[in-house]
Antibody, heavy 123, light 108 residues
């Protein structure tokens, strides 16, 4: 059973950088079978796909956030990370990490999710 | 970018009734790569349907996905008390991945 767990600061000041890490257990990032993603949900709002990363470090990001997003992967620790630069109050959200695909399919749906971490941008 | 529009915004029904949720895409979803999720307060979304019509592991057969191209439907045949939640559609046929804005299914 794949498990994902987000960690990082829950309060970030405006204009600073939001940094989160997703620890993966029950599956290996370096297997290369799946992409690993970040998705966020502003309070009371819908889901927004941020981007995804492969074990090789190849990344894809949504155009509206691409200029501020940096994703990385650490296969030795079986974890991947998100940095979002120059944050504003609009970046306040629950941030989820998730694995693309199910147990037998690597397509871009999400069967496995972390529990989510609420990050608030405020001075 | 494909925009997904869900309707209605809120659906008020009673247990035992049938629910029909719609997801319309701004352009055709490649290979009908359309998923549905259920989300309850304080929880991560739960995958229900992939490929427009395939139920995910463990999803009861009262949940049925249908549709193709730009128009997709999630039907819940007989609502159980635990079914009331917010439902999202998601397309993964083209980048960037996008989600609909959600339909809230509430108890009448």
């Amino acid at each position: 059973q794949v498990k994902l767990e987000e960690s990082g600061p829950r309060l970030v000041k405006p204009s600073q950088t939001l940094s989160l890490t997703c620890a993966v257990s029950g599956g290996s990032i370096s297997s290369g079978d799946h992409y690993w993603s970040w998705i966020r949900q502003s309070p009371g709002k819908g889901l927004e796909w941020i981007g995804k990363i492969y074990y090789s470090g190849q990344t894809y990001s949504t155009p509206s956030l691409k200029s501020r997003v940096l994703m990385s992967v650490d296969t030795s620790k079986n974890q991947f990370s998100l940095k979002l630069h120059s944050v504003t109050a609009a970046d306040t959200a629950v941030y989820y990490c998730a694995r693309e695909g199910g147990d037998y399919d690597a397509s871009g749906f999400y069967h496995y999710w972390g529990q989510g971490i609420l990050v608030t941008v405020s001075s | 970018e494909i925009v997904l529009t869900q309707s209605p915004g809120t659906l008020s029904l009673s247990p035992g009734e049938r629910a029909t949720l719609s997801c319309r895409a701004s352009q055709s979803v490649s290979s009908n790569y359309l998923a549905w999720y259920q989300q309850k307060p304080g929880q991560a979304p739960r995958l229900l349907i992939t490929g427009a019509s395939s139920r995910a592991t463990g999803v009861p057969d009262r949940f049925r996905g249908s549709g193709s191209g730009t128009d997709f439907i999630l039907t819940i045949s007989r609502l159980e008390p635990e079914d009331f939640a917010v439902f999202y559609c998601q397309q993964y046929g083209s980048s960037p991945i996008t989600f609909g804005q959600g339909t809230r299914l509430e108890i009448k």
